[in-house]
């Protein structure tokens, strides 16, 4: 598929950094602000506050911007010791790995090789965490990202592959909280849009489809999926609808789920399977009114849409 939206986005590090959220090219006053900050920051508030991690990160990521690497990495220790030292946060030491790993694989001179590994003892982390866990399950599809950043294909791939069967094993599992099946189902969804692309923002009612799907063999052009993409990334919209629909009939984000999906069909221009969706939504909802079905979204002034 040709200048589509790129399959996975540049991850929002889970420590408060953006992937590139220091300048690429800081400067020497960007260094210093980022350093007066940290120390104004331990004294108002300690080290002890959650958010001082976030501190450090942002410092770590403003001095690989500045090509100090070394000052970089003693920093980003130094934060990893901070959350280490705390028992109630251990789930979140695997990402805070990744993040640095993504800052390096980022970074202007990238060390991809440094950040494989670092990535790889963070995975070897977070497969120690129970395998329900939010924590366990995003750092799997952040390692799809990270190869996707790093430009390999083949391992990518097998990180898809390793998600997959990962879920695929918690769909069956009848054990779950409502919580737990709805972490699931939304990761089922990303990898959705790994295969074609990120849920399009869409208005029900007046929006035509944005994207269309050709066969195989047809040239690449804007706007278009392949069918076998599209194939590929409906199997997971089904699994992920099918375990929302384990939860109660009166959870909201149950029947958001359905709208979505009936979004998803639409934005490709499949109308049978929209259709089908709809009624489908209909049966949950009981009702046929299409106003409570689609209600009109809340008015946004910001975007010329209120």
Not at 88 to 109: G, I, T, Y
Not at 190 to 210: D, G, H
Request: hydrophobic share 40%; proline share 6%; aromatic share 8%.
């Amino acid at each position: 598929m040709k200048n589509k939206p790129a399959k996975v986005l540049s991850s929002l590090f889970a420590f408060g950094i953006a992937a590139g959220a220091a300048p690429a090219y800081a400067d020497k006053a960007a260094v210093e602000t980022a350093e007066a900050s940290v120390k104004m920051f331990e004294q108002r508030a300690g080290t002890n506050n959650p958010s001082y991690v976030n501190q450090l990160m942002y410092l770590a990521n403003v001095y690989l911007s500045n090509d100090r690497e070394k000052d970089a990495e003693i920093i980003y220790n130094k934060a990893l010791l901070n959350l280490k030292s705390k028992p109630d946060r251990k789930a979140e030491v695997p990402r805070l790995m990744l993040d640095w790993a993504m800052m390096l694989a980022s970074n202007k001179n990238s060390q991809k090789e440094k950040a494989e590994k670092v990535m790889l003892d963070g995975l070897q982390l977070a497969n120690e965490l129970p395998a329900a866990s939010k924590e366990r399950i995003n750092y799997l599809i952040g390692t799809i990202n990270f190869y996707n950043v790093i430009g390999k294909s083949d391992k990518k791939q097998a990180r898809i592959k390793a998600a997959d069967e990962h879920l695929a094993s918690l769909e069956k599992n009848e054990k779950l909280t409502n919580e737990d099946i709805t972490n699931v189902a939304a990761n089922l969804v990303k990898l959705a849009e790994i295969q074609t692309f990120p849920m399009p923002v869409m208005r029900f009612r007046f929006q035509s489809p944005v994207f269309h799907v050709v066969p195989d063999n047809s040239p690449d052009k804007p706007n278009t999926v392949k069918e076998r993409e599209f194939k590929s990334a409906e199997g997971y919209q089904l699994r992920a609808i099918r375990q929302y629909d384990r939860l109660p009939e009166t959870v909201p984000w149950r029947i958001e789920a359905h709208r979505k999906l009936i979004l998803w069909y639409r934005s490709l221009g499949q109308t049978k399977q929209e259709e089908f969706q709809t009624q489908q939504l209909s049966k949950l909802m009981n009702t046929t009114d299409r106003d409570k079905l689609f209600p009109q979204p809340a008015p946004c002034p910001a975007c010329g849409m209120g």
